[in-house]
């Protein structure tokens, strides 16, 4: 959240002379965290329209302002919606799309003679080598992708001599 506020702090920044500063956001796992703003433009212009091209394109984990300067025309509520809507869209579209996968965090503890099998799974199933230290007993953080861990775990559990736990 803060990290937000410092964005949009800095687009007023940038923009003084602007009217409006709309926004849209739809974070986590789940996407329940979302908030829309339509900084005194009519209620429903703005954010709500924001957040439903969000919606439309399946995104999460995304802010999306629009920065508006009065050109002397009224739009009405139907071309404000409009406006943001196709705003937002295009934006959306140019900027591109990040899909990461969702990682599920495991520490194991080996021995250091397998450690060629341990890495051979981490491979194999994409894993995310986030820690390691390698002495004569080694110790890994990896992050395992959700869409593998019941197969990557069963190859982790078949190994002698694993310790693992979820962290």
Same mark, same amino acid.
């Given at each position: 959240?803060? @990290? &937000?506020?410092?964005?949009?702090?800095?687009?007023?920044?940038? $923009?003084?002379?602007?009217?409006? $500063?709309? &926004?849209?956001? *739809? /974070?986590?796992? @789940?996407?329940?965290?979302? *908030? +829309?703003? @339509?900084?005194?433009?009519?209620?429903?212009?703005?954010? *709500?329209?924001?957040?439903?091209? /969000?919606d439309s394109l399946g995104l999460t984990n995304v802010l999306v302002v629009v920065?508006?300067?009065?050109?002397?025309?009224?739009?009405? +509520?139907?071309?404000?919606?409009?406006?943001?809507?196709?705003?937002?869209? %295009? #934006?959306?579209?140019?900027?591109?799309?990040?899909?990461?996968?969702?990682?599920?965090f495991y520490r194991l503890q080996f021995d250091y003679t397998i450690l060629n %099998?341990?890495?051979?799974?981490?491979?194999?199933?994409?894993? &995310?080598?986030?820690?390691? @230290?390698?002495?004569? &007993?080694?110790?890994? %953080? /990896?992050?395992?992708?959700? #869409? +593998?861990?019941? %197969?990557?775990?069963?190859?982790?559990?078949?190994? *002698?001599?694993?310790?693992?736990?979820? /962290?």
């Open positions: 959240m803060a @990290d &937000f506020k410092e964005k949009l702090a800095a687009l007023k920044k940038e $923009h003084p002379k602007a009217v409006h $500063h709309c &926004f849209a956001y *739809r /974070i986590g796992m @789940d996407g329940n965290v979302f *908030r +829309v703003s @339509d900084d005194g433009e009519p209620s429903g212009s703005a954010g *709500r329209p924001m957040l439903g091209q /969000i920065v508006r300067y009065f050109g002397g025309t009224l739009l009405g +509520v139907p071309g404000l919606i409009n406006a943001y809507k196709t705003a937002t869209l %295009e #934006a959306l579209q140019l900027a591109g799309k990040i899909e990461k996968p969702v990682l599920h %099998e341990v890495m051979r799974v981490v491979k194999q199933y994409d894993c &995310f080598l986030r820690k390691q @230290d390698m002495q004569l &007993f080694c110790l890994q %953080e /990896i992050g395992i992708p959700a #869409a +593998v861990l019941t %197969e990557a775990l069963g190859k982790i559990k078949e190994l *002698r001599g694993m310790e693992w736990e979820k /962290i």
